[in-house]
């Protein structure tokens, strides 16, 4: 794999980023209660952090490892993806938040697996950790909200 083909792979974790970010500025405009809406909106930032990271690795012409979680719940997985609505709960919420990212990581996965290049699988399966990374953050927050009796 040579630098383009990188910075071709990195260019559309980018647009994936700016994609996560419009659905959850989207869901924080279409949620009536307050507090979801500061959560989506928080969600929203967090996928331009994320776009500005990545944007930092394709302008740093190098090929090297970024992100390496290996930790996962696996909460997502025992879930169904619960519909985006104006009167969500925000166990929800949380739940709507760690699917999408699970979507994410298995996409970069399977992405990986079918990959040939060895130097293209290793930049997928980083992209992968670092979806896993935003998914335990949204698992270890459902944990938190959706089993108050674990405080």
Known sequence: MNLSEYKDIITQAIANEVEAGRFYDDAAATLKDPHLKKLFASLAEEEKKHRDILTTIYTGNTMDRYFSESRDYKVAE?????????????????????????????????????????????????????????????????????YPEVW
Do not use: N
């Open 78 to 146: 025992t879930m169904d993806e619960p519909e985006l609505s104006m009167d969500m709960r925000p166990a929800d919420a949380f739940a709507l938040a760690m699917k999408k990212e699970e979507a994410a990581m298995k996409q970069y996965t399977e992405m990986a697996e079918m990959c040939d290049d060895a130097d293209k699988r290793r930049v997928f399966f980083d992209l992968a950790a670092m979806e896993r990374d935003h998914k335990l953050k949204m698992e270890s927050a459902f944990i938190d909200i959706g």
